[in-house]
């Protein structure tokens, strides 16, 4: 499968993930507006035309009030050729760009919303956000004052990075990724830190074109890995990591990824929910199964003593997981196990340890038998 086909992959189902809940979003934080919401009701089925319309009404104006975004945002979400019919209209962006920057918050949240509905577009659609709009969404990342425009301001550039490299061209020149970079180091808005992985995650789509590897090696790696471990955080470093061959780590980096996969280990025991965390298991043992694999074997001695010092007993997260039929996540632990076992035949010495851990695996038959 091609990069670009993994892409539109990814477009497609985070903006299936936008319209299934964006219409709840919109009628749960206009809780004021009371008969708007009625009038909302009635807007399920806008027409192009009534859309070309209210886009040179609002142009002419000068000014959208809270009726016309709200309408606009519905339109937005119902129609790709409601989307194309209003950005045709030369001036129309600039009216909601103009109200998400004004004073009214209402207002800014209305154009928030359609702002982001209309990068469900396509490309063309979401350079034009990005080309108006780009700079102030990224700006109001900071505004932890509204969780409302916070969130859709992130949804929006996540929209714009996925739906290609015209797009992600203007935002880079705008400095997002510089300022992800540096709320994923201040940030103490949990729900801020997961979508900006994901949006992180979704750079990554364009490799090196947009990051670089000295500042994946500097900056974005120590941070991460500092960091509470999750999904998304284990996502972006396994991708990091691979785009980089698991290679030429400083040695506190490679120390600190370590960790942070052995804490996802940690978490896992601890909550009992080996069942709901596969991916994250999967991912952090392919990272540690990587690292084994491409660094000194002395590395496998370092990641066994930081596991003991934690209290995570790699042969009961493997059992739990054969218990529960998880054959892919056994087989991965395998991969990991088979090359610390490498690691240690090449230091010539029995590692009790691991021996230990080997002895004590539940290996499921069907794997057995490979």
Known sequence: MDEATVRNQKRTELNLERQLHRKAEIDINRTGLGEMLQEAQE??????????GLASRIKRRKHADAKDLLKLSYGFQQSAENISVFLRITGSINVIVKALTGQSSELQELAGECLCNLTLGDEVCCEKVATFAGTYL???LENLNNQQINSTCIWTLQNIISSGVKSMKVLSSQGIVARFIHLLSETGNDLLYTEILLAIDLILEYKFDFISKDLVLVQLLPIISSKKPQLNSLKVLYKCLFL????????NTLIQVTNHCIESFAATLRQM????????????????ANLVATNEAPYSNMLLSESQQRNVELANLFNANSEAGHIQICREFLWLFGNLHIAANQLQLEHIELANLLQNLNVPEVLVCC
């Open 43 to 52: 807007i399920e089925n806008i027409t192009s035309q009534e859309i070309k």
């Open 138 to 140: 990224i700006t109001f």
């Open 244 to 251: 980089i061959r698991f290679e030429t780590l400083h040695q």
């Open 273 to 288: 929910s080996h069942t709901t965390r596969c991916a994250e298991t999967v991912l952090a043992v392919r990272i540690l």
